[in-house]
Every structure is written in C-alpha cells, then in structure tokens.
C-alpha cells in the first residue's frame, strides 16, 4: 500500500472531545507504527474539520504539526489564483504531495461560486501524470434531503487534469461517471444510513485514464442498527398502555433478552442502537406516551446498547389534529427571521426570500471560517451585479 486518503471530516464536530483525541491519536500513531512509517495518512478538512470562528488552527492543522497526517490545501492568492505547492513537512503544509508517480491533491471544505473554484482548480494542476484530487462535497441527488454540487460542465471540465476524483460528505457510497469517487463514511453515524452501504475503498491503478482504476469497497464492521417504523394510529390501540405493548412486542421479536446476572458488553458489535419511529393518528392524549419510560423498561429488558424512540404522532382532539411534524426546525425559524428582517426593508420587498437565504448562506460560512472575509466580500458583490435589477424595481408598499 503507498498511503491512505482520507476526503474530510475526519472528526464530526470541530469541537473534539478529549478522549475522541486520545482515540485518534493513538489509532494514528499505532497505524504509523505498525507501517514502520512508511504510509502516509494524507488528508483535507471537511466542513467538521475547520477551525471555529476565532481559533488559531484546526485539530486536523494539530495532528499534521505531531506528523500524524499529511494535510493538504490549496493556496488562494491576493488575485483570487489558486496554487498547489508541493508539500513541505518541515512547515507541514502544501497542496500536493507526489507519490511514486501519481500527484494527490487536496483542497479543504469550500463554500462560494464552484464553477470559480473549478477553474482555478484547473489552471492550476498540470495535466500529463495520474492526478488524484481530494474534495469535500456531495453531488446533487445522491442522497435524498441532502444538498449537494450539480454534476454540471464545470465539474465535468476538472476530468481534463484530475483522473481520480476522491470525495468526502456524503455518509452513503457511490461512484460516478468513472472518475468519481465516494466511499461514504467508514461505518453508521446514525440509525437511518445503517440501510446504505458504506466504508472504505481499496484502490488500484495501472497506467492512466480511468480504465487503469480498480476500486474495491469494503464494507467496515460497525454497530448494527435496528431501525423500526411503526403505526401507532390503529383503532385497537385507544391507551397508551395497548400502544405500549405493541411496540415492546414489535421490537422484542428482533432483540435478545437480557440476562440480569451478566452485564452488557458494549464492545459486542452485535448489541443494538435501537430506533423506533412512531407515527399514525391516536385517539388519546400525547401527553399520556411515557416515551421515556418506554426507552428505560426495553433497555432494561433486552440487550441493546441504546434505545431511541422518535415520536412522530398525530393527536386527533375534538376534530383538530395537532401535528408536531409542522413544528419548525432551527434552520427553518433562522431563515424566517432572515426573511422578516429583510421585508422590513422596501427596497429589498420581492427579494426577502434570495437575500435571506444569502445571508444563511454567509453566516454559516464566516462561523466555519471556511470563507475568508474577501472571498464574502467578492460573493456579495457578484450577488449585487447579479441581482441588482430586481432590488431596484422592487415592489414597494
Ligand atoms: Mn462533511
């Protein structure tokens, strides 16, 4: 094997835990160890990666200083240029690193126009040597609810100089277009992707061009997944108490019992994360469903690692039904409080939808810092030109 390359979020939160740390670390340095150092673990920050707003470096910028990883990014210059330098370990940084005679690029998670950064990706690898470039997004349409980048001309333009395409974001795996390439994550971060495949994949290349890559996935043991949906809305089912022995009776027939002289062993892969969704229309009040008390008795009783219930029901009360699925997430009151704040403006009436989700948009990016003030400052701008029609000939009240 000549090295590992890992597309970003390494981490899932920027905010690492102490003992997530030490587990890196020491995975690393074992790996390292084992390797007698000859494999480089070569990697980019995904959007879990990058520093927060006002710290000096990122724990990814931390594990490349103790030389625990090779931490590639692109240089953006004054112009608005972008160029790969050549990795430097005594600084432990650069953009590319040659190995044997293939170059892996790597630029970090990005926010702002891609048609842009695909072009100035293009200027700036040389073509002729097998190139791998390192990304972190996902395409549009791979996984549902999920935004993504359009597979359009301007990605498809960056097949000219890059021949592996190695991404990271997306949870589920997929490849594209013969160029593309996603293992997902390693294993389930949360009960719904234990449905998709996921894990690693071992790659191959003799010669240039895409007909010289074999890809090999490898599905990575994880923490199995009972995910359990369940209509609760049933006549019969008019007491919480009648509820309740369904859903134990439901999900005790894919669970093991669990003797009460041994105690639970987390580390048997085998022991469930278990998630139950409930959803239907009842006739009793919510207020009567003991969830939690449902989650203490099933972990009690059975051999499950976790036990989530997700309570999605209707309440049918005196002709209303109460629906808590219309209840707004953060996103969604965020971008409505955006949204009034611009109508208050007359100017920008008729805009307030495009101009609050910019501002989303902008607030999201300088918290991450994964977007230099100038770069924010240039978006704006060519919103301005773009849009500036519109603003102008607004409605007024
Ligand atoms: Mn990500």
Same mark, same amino acid.
Not at 237 to 263: C, E, F, M, N, S
């Given at each position: 094997?000549?090295?590992?390359?890992? @597309?970003?979020?390494?981490?899932?939160?920027? $905010? *690492?835990?102490? %003992? #997530?740390? +030490?587990?890196?670390?020491?995975? =690393? !340095?074992?790996?390292?160890?084992?390797?007698?150092?000859?494999?480089?673990?070569?990697?980019?920050?995904?959007?879990?990666?990058?520093?927060?707003?006002?710290?000096?470096?990122?724990?990814?910028?931390?594990?490349?200083?103790?030389?625990?990883?090779?931490?590639?990014?692109?240089?953006?210059?004054?112009?608005?240029?972008?160029?790969?330098?050549?990795?430097?370990?005594?600084?432990?940084?650069?953009?590319?690193?040659?190995?044997?005679?293939?170059?892996?690029?790597?630029?970090?998670?990005?926010?702002?126009?891609?048609?842009?950064?695909?072009?100035?990706?293009?200027?700036?690898?040389?073509?002729?040597?097998?190139?791998?470039? @390192?990304?972190?997004?996902?395409?549009?349409? $791979? *996984?549902?609810? %999920? #935004?993504? +980048?359009?597979?359009?001309?301007? =990605? !498809?333009?960056?097949?000219?100089?890059?021949?592996?395409?190695?991404?990271?974001?997306?949870?589920?795996?997929?490849?594209?277009?013969?160029?593309?390439?996603?293992?997902?994550?390693?294993?389930?971060?949360?009960?719904?992707?234990?449905?998709?495949?996921?894990?690693?994949?071992?790659?191959?290349?003799?010669?240039?061009?895409?007909?010289?890559?074999?890809?090999?996935?490898?599905?990575?043991?994880?923490?199995?997944?009972?995910?359990?949906?369940?209509?609760?809305?049933?006549?019969?089912?008019?007491?919480?108490?009648?509820?309740?022995?369904?859903?134990?009776?439901?999900?005790?027939?894919?669970?093991?019992?669990?003797?009460? @002289?041994?105690?639970?062993?987390?580390?048997?892969?085998?022991?469930?994360?278990?998630?139950?969704?409930?959803?239907?229309?009842?006739?009793?009040?919510?207020?009567?469903?003991?969830?939690?008390?449902?989650?203490?008795?099933?972990?009690?009783?059975?051999?499950?690692?976790?036990?989530?219930?997700?309570?999605?029901?209707?309440?049918?009360?005196?002709?209303?039904?109460?629906?808590?699925?219309?209840?707004?997430?953060?996103?969604?009151?965020?971008?409505?409080?955006?949204?009034?704040?611009?109508?208050?403006?007359?100017?920008?009436?008729?805009?307030?939808?495009?101009?609050?989700?910019?501002?989303?948009?902008?607030?999201?990016?300088?918290?991450?810092?994964?977007?230099?003030?100038?770069?924010?400052?240039?978006?704006?701008?060519?919103?301005?030109?773009?849009?500036?029609?519109?603003?102008?000939?607004?409605?007024?009240?």
């Amino acid at each position: 094997m000549d090295f590992v390359l890992i @597309a970003g979020d390494l981490f899932n939160d920027n $905010e *690492v835990l102490p %003992e #997530t740390m +030490v587990n890196v670390y020491s995975s =690393l !340095a074992d790996f390292h160890k084992k390797a007698g150092h000859k494999i480089p673990v070569i990697a980019i920050e995904g959007n879990h990666d990058t520093k927060s707003y006002g710290m000096l470096r990122s724990w990814m910028q931390f594990l490349a200083e103790l030389d625990q990883i090779v931490l590639l990014d692109g240089r953006w210059g004054e112009k608005g240029g972008l160029t790969f330098e050549d990795y430097d370990p005594k600084r432990h940084r650069g953009g590319r690193i040659q190995i044997k005679d293939t170059f892996v690029y790597g630029m970090r998670y990005h926010v702002g126009d891609m048609n842009v950064i695909y072009q100035r990706i293009k200027d700036a690898i040389p073509p002729g040597a097998f190139n791998i470039l @390192a990304m972190h997004f996902g395409i549009q349409g $791979e *996984v549902a609810n %999920e #935004t993504g +980048v359009s597979y359009g001309p301007g =990605l !498809a333009s960056l097949k000219e100089v890059v021949d592996y395409l190695a991404l990271g974001h997306f949870h589920k795996q997929y490849q594209l277009h013969d160029w593309i390439h996603n293992p997902g994550s390693t294993e389930a971060n949360e009960a719904p992707e234990y449905e998709y495949p996921h894990g690693i994949f071992v790659v191959t290349v003799e010669g240039k061009g895409p007909a010289g890559i074999h890809v090999t996935p490898v599905a990575v043991p994880g923490r199995r997944f009972v995910n359990q949906p369940l209509d609760v809305g049933q006549s019969n089912l008019d007491t919480w108490h009648a509820t309740k022995a369904l859903i134990t009776g439901t999900v005790a027939a894919r669970l093991v019992r669990r003797d009460p @002289a041994k105690p639970a062993d987390p580390s048997n892969l085998n022991v469930p994360v278990v998630n139950i969704t409930l959803h239907g229309t009842i006739s009793y009040s919510r207020t009567e469903m003991d969830v939690k008390g449902l989650e203490a008795d099933i972990t009690r009783d059975y051999e499950v690692l976790k036990v989530r219930i997700t309570n999605n029901v209707t309440e049918k009360a005196e002709g209303l039904i109460v629906d808590p699925n219309q209840a707004l997430s953060l996103k969604e009151l965020e971008k409505q409080a955006f949204e009034k704040i611009v109508e208050n403006e007359p100017s920008f009436a008729g805009q307030a939808r495009a101009i609050s989700s910019l501002m989303a948009e902008i607030k999201t990016a300088m918290l991450a810092a994964t977007s230099s003030p100038v770069d924010t400052a240039d978006q704006l701008r060519k919103w301005w030109v773009g849009n500036r029609a519109q603003v102008k000939g607004g409605r007024r009240p």
